[in-house]
């Protein structure tokens, strides 16, 4: 490895959870890219019948096709019958229309699983707005299992989960995502991938990332800070009851739910699950805020359930417990800091 210095303190770069950091000040450089020939984005051409979401390896452009034969060349989108004479304008647009969806087969033979699998992936990446930095290491590892057990892989797509699972754990705070999403953005795109399952498939293969430790609820505090406060009905709220910006409320709800958590000790938590306590932890702060500059909250339960989609009563079990502890002092802390935002 290069040896790469600080911009700030001059100290040597470490590579830590897919990203070079700093260990002395902590500042966070750029994401680590491992070589890998996979690569996701749009078709650039001129030709607008051709641009869309694909997948290639090698650089080699693959649309994943369900039909075992091709239609046409591939560049061609004028037909001929089999004496090679044009066939008539009505059919040559349905067979355009065809082949928009359904093209380049050839180009996938022999290798329709990998294809296929990278296409759900392309797909789950976007319904959960995966970073290109998780993106690739997911590709990465998917392709490093794959070719390390290739006979011990019977299931490419619940591969393909796994991958995804084990970039998210790696980058922690860069991708909170839970299990449960993970497996129910593949359930809603029809594939079986039940926890388990990844739980199994990862013994199978004897993988042990040490980085894939327990989740806290810190890791979780500016995801659900911003699912809440950038949600339609709670920013008219904010406004009309707070009158501040809903940008500088969102940093103050961070702000107050990090100290929250600086507040009760993991051991306490129990086995409380670490998404719905942060979920809880946003309620707790706004009802802190809204009683130091005397006015009533912009949030209930039902508001933070429906934005972070945590079932309500939990909210309600959580906020009960975080009530346990005393905040005064940091909520003062906080609000003098930031009082001018409130004149």
């Not at 969102?250 to 507040?263: D, N, T």
């Given at each position: 490895m290069v040896d790469y210095r600080c911009d700030e303190c001059n100290s040597r770069i470490i590579e830590q959870n897919g990203l070079y950091t700093c260990p002395s000040c902590g500042l966070v450089h750029e994401p680590v890219i491992k070589s890998s020939s996979f690569q996701l984005g749009s078709i650039a051409s001129k030709d607008q019948r051709k641009k869309q979401q694909y997948t290639s390896i090698n650089n080699q452009l693959a649309v994943v096709s369900s039909l075992g034969s091709s239609i046409g060349a591939v560049e061609e989108y004028l037909f001929r019958d089999a004496q090679g004479s044009l066939i008539g304008e009505h059919s040559q647009g349905k067979f355009r229309k065809f082949k928009n969806f359904y093209h380049i087969p050839g180009a996938v033979k022999g290798r329709e699983t990998d294809y296929r699998t990278l296409k759900i992936m392309n797909e789950v990446f976007s319904r959960l707005h995966i970073p290109n930095n998780i993106r690739d290491r997911?590709?990465?590892?998917?392709?490093?299992?794959?070719?390390?057990?290739?006979?011990?892989?019977?299931?490419?797509?619940?591969?393909?989960?796994?991958c995804l699972l084990l970039a998210v754990r790696e980058n922690k705070q860069n991708c909170p995502l839970t299990l449960k999403e993970i497996v129910g953005t593949y359930s809603e795109l029809g594939h079986r991938v039940l926890g388990k399952n990844l739980l199994a498939l990862m013994q199978k293969l004897d993988i042990k990332s040490p980085l894939a430790g327990i989740r806290r609820s810190e890791e979780y505090v500016f995801r659900v800070c911003s699912l809440v406060s950038n949600d339609s009905i709670t920013k008219e709220r904010i406004e009309k009851k707070y009158v501040i910006d809903v940008f500088v409320?969102?940093?103050?709800?961070?702000?107050?739910?990090?100290?929250?958590?600086?507040?009760?000790?993991?051991?306490d938590r129990g086995g409380r699950r670490p998404y719905p306590l942060s979920a809880a932890s946003v309620y707790v702060a706004d009802k802190l805020l809204a009683k130091k500059i005397g006015r009533s909250s912009a949030l209930t339960q039902k508001l933070v359930a429906q934005a972070t989609n945590v079932a309500e009563f939990t909210i309600r079990d959580h906020a009960e417990f975080i009530f346990r502890y005393d905040y005064d002092d940091i909520v003062t802390e906080i609000s003098n800091q930031i009082s001018s935002n409130f004149s």
């Open positions: 997911t590709l990465y590892l998917y392709r490093k299992y794959k070719k390390e057990h290739k006979d011990k892989i019977t299931n490419h797509v619940l591969l393909s989960a796994l409320y969102e940093k103050l709800l961070q702000l107050l739910c990090l100290r929250i958590f600086e507040r009760i000790p993991n051991p």
